[in-house]
């Protein structure tokens, strides 16, 4: 029977584990302090162990202190210690701009385009007509302004940033107009009303939240006035007894008093939705022929491209926006740059956007060819579960990213039914979260959903590989 000091005694010290072969062997690959690291954090929690079960005997006697599993254990510690904190993964949750797992992954062409600029030197502030210095704004103002039909733009980190910016340019120390129904949060750190504290500019709120009428706006117009913001409520939906004002009216509105108006978009569309059966939703190009002086939108929500805030709109506007103190601390890297050209530029032709930009992709794919998706992944999961436990469901994705909260796009889902060997389902869940690759899904009741929308075909063997390794996992336990 070992009393506790005894076992205190017994534990190896660092330079005993480190003689170990299973370190020696790790030490190898891996940095030397992450693997002193590993140890020391292994040989703590076991004196912690000890310590805490000082009372306990019979926790105590089923302890077992061999330097070689120690050691074991301090390698697979040192293994994931050295492995990558941001990894790839597998969304099975069929939430298509998924802002926890990172928006809009990037078509191939932007992704080119990073890796050829990422390991070089390149023009990103050099005019290479002329040998001067250029701007780094220079290689996406020509083409955004093509694509949407604005006079100019500027891109800066996210939209939040193109909405501050804007509004700390135009409207510091002067009052902006906004429909007390369009005072949103979107993601929890970006509300209207402190975006707009932020900026120094004075919220004037109008209407009320489910009615807004122009005569709100008009009436709200003074000499401090500076600008009317509309905001689009991309995260929820107002339904029945409902009024908000167009673009159009409210920017004639703006005009009239000499106002600018800005529209933040959010998500920011290029491509006609409803042409693809899907819910119809304002394009950037729509807002600049209503009138609007400035719109804001994001670069990794429906333009499918990298994290960015693109403002277009007028030039005079956006030069001022330009030379503001602050564009410098908002501006975006030359990684940005390089896969937002590469991305916009797919926008040249329509029927290579939708194929070759992955949110449009998924958001475009066909009835059809998700449900032989789901089939064929349902009879390999069969093979791990049992025939009786899979089956393929009608189910629905989201677009996710705050954009269009209600649309529902019909798909087929694959539900594993998890028998009770597998215990709780939320530890399997934990299990396959943990994954390599880590697979993110929804659960319903003892149900797995896999929405085949979202995962890569290419991903698909590394899917089935991974759950069938955290099946093992559980039926060995
Ligand atoms: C998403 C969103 C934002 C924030 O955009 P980020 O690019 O995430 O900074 C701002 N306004 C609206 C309406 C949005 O939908």
Redesign the pocket.
Known sequence: MADYTSLLRELPAVDRLLREPAIEEVSKPLPRSLVVQAVQEIIDSYRQYISEHRADQSALDKLSLKPESLAREAAMLADKKAAMNIKPLINATGVVIH?NLG?APLPSAAIEALKAVAGNYNNLEFNLQNGRRGSRQDHLEDIICELTGSEAAIVL???????FLALNELAAGRDVVVSRGQL?E??GS?R?PE?MAASGARLIEVGTTNKTYLRDYESAVTENSAAFLK?????YQMVGFTAEVETEELADLAHKHNLVMIE????GVLLDLEKYKLPFEPKVQDSISAGADLI??????MLGGP???IIVGRKDLIRYIRTNQLARTLRIDKFTVAALEATLRLYYDEDKAISEIPVWRMLTADAGYLKNRAENLASRFSAIFGADNVKVIPGISRVG???LPNAELPTSIVSVALDASFGPPETFTEKLRNGNPPIILRLQQNCLLFDPRTIFENQEDRLIETVLFCTNYFRNE
Do not use: E, P, Y
């Open positions: 802002t928006r980190n996210n939209n939040a940033a193109a909405v949103v979107i993601g970006f209207i975006i905001v689009h409520t991309s995260n933040d978009l959010g998500s804001t939108f994001s670069g990794d929500k994290q960015a805030g990213g705050g954009a």
